[in-house]
Nanobody, 126 residues
Framework: QGQLVESGGGLVQTGGSLRLSCAAS????????MGWFRQAPGKEREFVAS????????DQADSVKDRFTISRPNGANTVYLQMNSLKPEDTAVYYC???????????????????WGQGTQVTVSS
């Protein structure tokens, strides 16, 4: 089976930037939608951003609009999340996910994703 591996997390100050990456291995995700979710301590995992298989359709949570950008160059098996103007409330474990049932669209619901990475910690200090 394949796996998703996130990287790029770390500790930054308010207003700083980070770029997360998600690399797929073991099988191709070329026809899968991809998404980013995050989970803060004591809270539910929430949607952040998503992109379809070809990289030309995207969606974002209102909380990160105009600050975060998801990308999937050439519809590849690697997706990125560029995070700018980070806030303390962005602190969470960020998870990459893939959807084998949706590829033309960019799903926003957790239930539509069937594979998950282990997550990467993002901490934003005040």
């Amino acid at each position: 089976q394949g796996q998703l591996v996130e990287s790029g997390g770390g500790l930054v100050q308010t207003g700083g930037s980070l770029r997360l990456s998600c690399a797929a291995s073991g099988y191709t995700f070329s026809r899968y939608a991809m998404g980013w979710f995050r989970q803060a301590p004591g809270k539910e995992r929430e949607f952040v951003a998503s992109v379809n298989w070809s990289g030309d359709r995207r969606d974002q949570a209102d909380s990160v609009k105009d600050r975060f950008t998801i990308s999937r160059p050439n519809g590849a098996n690697t997706v990125y999340l560029q995070m700018n103007s980070l806030k303390p409330e962005d602190t969470a474990v960020y998870y990459c996910a893939s959807s084998s049932n949706y590829y033309y669209t960019a799903p926003t619901l957790r239930s539509r994703y069937n594979a998950w990475g282990q997550g990467t910690q993002v901490t934003v200090s005040s």
